[in-house]
């Protein structure tokens, strides 16, 4: 009833309140407890600094090293809850982090340790460290446990809030309920079943609702025999009105199915087409309309036929008929036309409908427009089979037509030639000028090969800049004149965005059946032939044969060696000594990398180095010389037997690398190493492939205090322009020129000019490839500075070059 107020709720409330009373206080109690052991952690971070950092700031503050304290403050800032940190001397700040003290709003708490420092004997005041935290962070913490706290302890009393209803409820409020049920039920006629209380209800003779239910039941048996005697009379007049409601619901079923019937036939998506056994139509629902075009009016009395698109021959309607004559059903797809004169698809199932006598009645079409459905599954299906850039047909394409073509051929006695095309310098256009003139390019690319070919033939996008063309020839110069015509177009300049750029195509063709019986055979035989297209020079093609087949493979074998080798650690550094030429000292080595495997022996760095870099390698490999090398000239300094630098080679993969001065920063942290025992050598030719981006990554490198050389120097034709801008240290006159010394004039002249150049630039200059005394002798009368070769030794292993060294 409206307004009650049960026993059980208002005890829940009651206990509720009381529940969040406590709640509340206990909430408070713990909050201030977590508030106040932080703030006790504020007080032990205070000493944690005083012991861990104050030793530290003493020291730096005693040489002055700035960059030491800098960091050393920085890291008392991050500490939670210190918002500054500050080192004076002499009253001024040598080192801050974070904003001072009177900058800020929240409570406070100031630390100032004073800094002595023990010289000769006694101890000097150098300086203060300041020190501030905040309550913020605490007060911030303890207000976002509010919530939580408070939600837990209010589940708390909810819980005891609910233990206690459901004892009422079980106890009191249900064998009410059940009684009152059970009243109403008689009241409605149900007399036969006795009332009975839960097997589980402690009752008991004196219990008031035991006795409740006593006098309830009693009622019940009194009223079950008085309607008993009214059963009987109502029997007969039961009967009478039955069969009278029997008809009447019959007829109402027939209604409602009609009913139905005319709610799905107009409202239906489906287009709904009545005829009769003739094929007249009779009747059209709304979607038909909205399909077709023609209105109710405009189809009744017509012939199915107006629909006719004349995309199906006679053939086609005359199985229709037969199937509708025979199983009396027919489902399938059919081009009709709307009336409009568009053409489209519909998916259509007829029904025949019999008679009494057993002959059709009537045939209901069902048709559905399934043409935006066709278009959006053969679009999907192209995407499938053809390159999102170019539309190409992209790889699974070209494999299921390539062998398609094969098994033609096959029958035929016919060749088919598959050209495997790399565009030479794409990658270097693409990273220089970015992705959008990179897809223009490989878009006018995809247009000039598809123009070169005949349209029998396919032009394939395999990724990247690699494209395949497979054609049908009757001879193997139809394949040459196929090439030929490719490199042409590929090799006009490309206008992109207002500059010509130039890129050439280099092929490999393999031809079946000489070349492969199978579609992935002629691939991969295809692209080992591109690849020698590429040793020979670019820009032209090239044959497959047998000894290409078997390089390919020796080149497999040799990278997966390799990248067993740098999973097994089987590389190891040699080391080559640089000579000062004025006084024949040792001034330094240059780390050789030298990879020993275990089947083979020592690898040369002409096989290897080259593929690493082809197949992205290289990083790795670099990554390890950086260390090894770093690590061994550490532990030559710690026992004082070798002083230095060590100079290491960087590729151009690594130079790319925008990350690559934080590695070498790091790894000299990592070992100790102070940057001046470090030498980094980038060959020419590195450098000028993109001048701007190596200026950069080696002025970050110079910036740290690294010694740059340029390796290699005269093989590159380096601009003077750019070489003055280059942050270096060093050029490496390159052992070709040197080599000749004593025997070509012109090479002499060479080396001379280097020497001069380095001179006006205030360079130092090593000479590489030194192997007799006079050329040693020439160099040192030029004033070339340092010199290397096998004059004075080989590259030797570690345990040999300390050897060398100590003697």
């Known amino acids: 009833m409206p307004g009650r107020r049960p026993l059980a709720r208002r005890l829940v409330l009651l206990t509720l309140l009381a529940s969040g009373f406590i709640a509340t206080f206990i909430t408070a109690a713990q909050l201030y407890l977590e ?13 944690e600094i005083e012991s861990a950092y104050l030793p530290s700031v003493r020291q730096g503050l005693w040489v002055m090293d700035r960059n030491a304290l800098q960091t050393l403050v920085n890291g008392m800032q991050q500490l939670p809850d210190f918002e500054y940190a500050a080192v004076l001397a002499e009253d001024k700040y040598v080192a801050t982090s974070g904003e001072p003290p009177e900058s800020r709003q929240s409570r406070q708490l100031t630390r100032v340790f004073e800094i002595d420092y023990a010289y000769r004997g006694a101890d000097q005041r150098i300086g203060t460290l300041e020190v501030t935290a905040s309550d913020a962070g605490p007060l911030r913490r303890t207000w976002q446990r509010l919530g939580l706290v408070m939600a837990l302890n209010s589940i708390k009393a909810g819980v005891v809030a609910m233990l206690i209803l459901l004892m009422v ?8 309920l059940r009684i009152h049920h059970h009243t109403r039920r008689m009241a409605a006629g149900q007399l036969d079943d006795p009332l009975v209380l839960e097997a589980h209800y402690p009752s008991s003779p004196d219990d008031e609702i035991y006795e409740l239910a006593a006098a309830v039941e009693a009622m019940r048996v009194s009223l079950g025999q008085r309607n008993t005697e009214l059963l009987e009379t109502n029997r007969k007049l039961e009967e009478t009105v039955t069969a009278k409601e029997t008809a009447l619901i019959q007829v109402r079923a027939h209604a409602d199915a009609l009913e139905l019937a005319a709610g799905v036939f107009a409202h239906t998506f489906e287009g709904i087409m009545i005829t009769d056994a003739d094929g007249t139509i009779l009747s059209v629902n709304p979607a038909f309309t909205t399909m077709t075009g023609y209105t109710h009016e405009e189809a009744v009395g017509q ?16 199985d229709m008929w037969a199937n509708l004559s025979g199983s009396g059903e027919w489902i399938g797809e059919i081009w009709n036309r709307r009336k409009s004169g568009e053409a489209y698809l519909q998916w259509t199932s007829i029904t ?18 399934i043409t935006e459905a066709r278009r959006k599954d053969e679009h999907i299906r192209h995407l499938a089979y053809h390159d999102a850039l170019t539309n190409l047909p992209n790889r699974m394409l070209l494999q299921n037509r390539l062998e398609h073509a094969i098994k033609t051929a096959e029958r035929e006695t016919a060749q088919i030639a598959v050209l495997f095309i790399d565009l030479d310098r794409f990658k270097v256009i693409n990273d220089s000028l970015g992705y959008f003139v990179g897809d223009q390019l490989l878009l006018e690319a995809a247009r000039r090969l598809t123009d070169a070919v005949r349209a029998s033939d396919t032009v394939s996008r395999q990724g990247g800049d690699e494209f395949v063309v497979m054609a049908a020839v009757d001879r193997i110069t139809d394949a040459v004149l196929i090439a030929e015509k490719i490199t042409a177009s590929i090799g006009v300049p490309f206008e992109i965005g207002g500059q010509s750029l130039h890129v050439g195509a280099s092929i490999g063709i393999s031809v079946y059946p000489q070349d492969g019986a199978d579609a992935t055979t002629l691939l991969r035989n295809a692209d080992v032939a591109m690849y020698a297209a590429k040793e020979a020079g670019r820009g032209t093609f090239c044959f497959f044969d047998d000894a290409m087949n078997a390089k390919a493979q020796q080149r497999l074998r040799l990278e997966a060696a390799l990248r067993r080798a740098i999973a097994n650690d089987e590389f190891e550094l040699f080391y080559q000594p640089k000579v000062c030429l004025s006084d024949a000292s040792y001034r330094g080595m240059e780390a050789l990398i030298r990879w020993r495997d275990p089947e083979v022996g020592l690898v040369s760095p002409l096989d290897f180095i080259p593929l690493a870099e082809e197949v992205g390698l290289i990083g790795q490999i670099g990554d390890w010389v950086l260390d090894t090398a770093c690590g061994q000239m550490r532990r030559w300094l710690d026992v004082g037997q070798i002083t230095g630098p060590v100079a290491i080679n960087v590729s151009a993969r690594q130079l790319d690398d925008p990350q690559f001065a934080d590695k070498v920063q790091a790894t000299l942290r990592h070992h100790g190493l ?3 025992f470090l030498q980094l050598e980038v060959t020419e030719s590195t450098v000028m492939n993109k001048p701007e981006q190596a200026i950069e990554a080696l002025a970050k490198l110079a910036s740290l205090g690294i010694t740059i050389a340029v390796d290699d120097f005269g093989t590159g034709y380096s601009s003077f322009s750019y070489l003055k801008r280059l942050p270096i240290h060093l050029l490496k006159v390159d052992r070709s020129f040197v080599s000749d010394i004593g025997t070509s004039r012109e090479d002499e002249e060479i080396v001379t000019a280097i020497i001069q150049v380095a001179k006006a630039l205030k360079l130092q200059v090593v000479a590489e490839g030194v192997e007799t005394q006079g050329q040693a002798d020439f160099l040192k009368q030029l004033g070339c500075h340092y010199a290397q070769g096998y004059l004075y030794a080989r590259p030797l292993p570690v345990t040999d070059f300390e050897q060398l060294v100590g003697t």
């Open 35 to 47: 508030y106040d052991r932080e703030m006790r952690d504020i007080q032990t971070r205070f000493l």
């Open 352 to 369: 025949t409908i019999i008679d009494a006598a057993g002959k059709p009645y009537r045939r209901i079409a069902v048709m559905t427009d």
């Open 674 to 676: 102070e940057a001046q």
């Open 303 to 318: 012939s199915p036929r107006l629909l006719r698109s004349h995309h199906q021959g006679e053939d086609f309607y005359r």
């Open 169 to 176: 409820q079980f106890m009191i409020t249900r064998p009410i």
